[in-house]
């Protein structure tokens, strides 16, 4: 019996996945609450300076500091650049609307990825998926009802965040064969980290209380889990195939809301997301079962 070391790696990657979604999910629920009595500012330096202390600590686990020693640069700068930019957007517009709706349009991410991955990686991507990435940004109109009602700022944000986001994942598999994951992990997270401090003073920071420093601890640990796991599963397999995933998050997210600050989302919500779920959905189905005909094909025996 040969082993199929493809189909280990996919199940690997799709256990990273879900392992960095639960740390995502606990990261913006710690978010949530935080932005209600601290900046925006301050919560990013926080939330960072924790992460990164975490990851320095578990260098050993990684291949030490040596595994952060990189020739490319540019393209970790780059990350850098896209982190800040997902970091704050996306906190600017989870502080401003229903977290359920936030992670609805921030889940655009993954058919973005599976757009982006054509030009930028060279993989295919036949008509059908195509379909599915525009049926979801149709889910996204559906949410938005542009003339319905007027677009706030907190969903361009998020849709912005979803954009640099999905750039960064396709970042990942793009420099995976050269760089160790501890780097792709420390330097998107101490780039946000320098940025915020450069902004900090005045209004913008308050001593956090007992309950606020439990909670930037959370956040600066889920990070931490976050990047480990998504990093983990774009190493492992394709990003058409992992990032429909993360979808999985909505589930958390719809109960946590309800539970914690008792938001409910409305029917065109609902709709939207049902549309976006279903198109990544399809995406995966597309993947897996042409992956499953074309091992079929190879070793059916001949007649």
């Not at 058919?111 to 998926?129: I, Y």
């Not at 001593?207 to 889920?222: K, N, Q």
Request: glycine residues 10%.
């Amino acid at each position: 019996m040969v082993h199929d070391n493809r189909q280990d790696s996919t199940g690997a990657a799709v256990g990273f996945m879900l392992l960095g979604v639960s740390g995502g999910l606990g990261l913006d629920m710690c978010a949530k609450a935080l932005l209600v009595n601290y900046s925006l500012e301050q919560f990013v330096f926080l939330r960072s300076v924790i992460g990164v202390s975490i990851f320095l600590l578990i260098a050993k686990q990684f291949g030490g500091f040596r595994s952060l020693v990189t020739k490319r640069w540019r393209w970790h700068l780059l990350r850098t650049l896209l982190s800040t930019c997902t970091m704050f957007a996306f906190f600017y517009g989870l502080a401003r609307m229903p977290l359920v709706d936030a992670l609805t349009l921030g889940f655009t991410a993954p058919l973005m990825v599976t757009a982006l991955s054509v030009p930028f990686l060279g993989e295919h991507v036949g008509w059908r998926r195509w379909t599915a990435v525009i049926a979801g940004f149709a889910g996204v109109l559906i949410i938005l009802r542009p003339g319905a009602t007027e677009i706030s700022l907190a969903s361009v944000a998020v849709l912005f965040a979803a954009f640099t986001y999905a750039c960064m994942a396709i970042t990942s598999r793009k420099l995976a064969a050269t760089e160790s994951s501890y780097a792709l992990s420390v330097y998107v997270i101490a780039g946000p980290m320098i940025v915020s401090a450069t902004m900090l003073g005045g209004d913008s920071w308050q001593v956090p209380d007992a309950r606020g420093w439990v909670l930037f601890g959370l956040a600066g640990a889920s990070s931490v889990v976050t990047w480990v796991g998504i990093i983990g599963a774009y190493r492992r397999a394709s990003p058409a195939l992992l990032a429909p995933f993360e979808y999985t998050a909505l589930i958390g997210g719809a109960i946590a809301g309800y539970l914690i600050w008792s938001e409910v989302p409305d029917r065109w919500v609902l709709v939207g997301a049902a549309v976006i779920i279903a198109s990544g959905l399809f995406v995966v189905y597309r993947e897996i079962g042409g992956a499953i005909s074309r091992k079929w094909l190879t070793v059916r025996p001949r007649r």
